[in-house]
């Protein structure tokens, strides 16, 4: 599975982005879609993630109420809607696909990784 982003970038504190990512093949409606984000020496820390079946979402208590996952498998791709980003969710942002979960918050489930793309919320 290849993926690749769409709609990273900089943005003022309040504001919104969406990421986009899609996916190659046909098995992309199979798989477990999930963003995780990274800041430079710090560990990669979960943000959402969204069955296969688009079921239960699934956030990180500091994105909660403020970012959205959504998927279009007929498009294979999936969506991170982040409004009012704050300066703290400046981070690169990763979208991943995992055939089997446990938890779903854990990067190590996850089986491919896109090359992630930048976030930078200013003040």
């Known amino acids: 599975v290849h993926l690749v982003y769409s709609g990273g970038g900089l943005v003022q504190a309040g504001g919104s982005l969406r990421l986009s990512c899609a996916a190659s093949?046909?098995?992309?409606?199979?798989?477990?879609m999930g963003w995780f984000r990274q800041v430079l020496g710090k560990e990669r820390e979960f943000v959402a993630a969204?069955?296969?079946?688009?079921?239960?979402?699934y956030y990180a208590d500091s994105v909660k109420g403020r970012f959205t996952i959504s998927r279009d498998n007929a498009k294979n791709t999936v969506y991170l809607q982040m409004n009012r980003l704050k300066t703290e969710d400046t981070a690169d942002y990763y979208c991943?696909?995992?055939?089997?979960?446990?938890?779903?918050?854990?990067?190590?489930?996850?089986?491919?990784w896109g090359q992630g793309t930048q976030v930078t919320v200013s003040s």
């Open positions: 991943a696909a995992a055939y089997r979960v446990v938890t779903a918050i854990a990067f190590s489930e996850y089986d491919y």
């Open positions: 093949g046909r098995t992309f409606r199979t798989y477990t």
């Open positions: 969204l069955s296969r079946s688009s079921g239960t979402p």
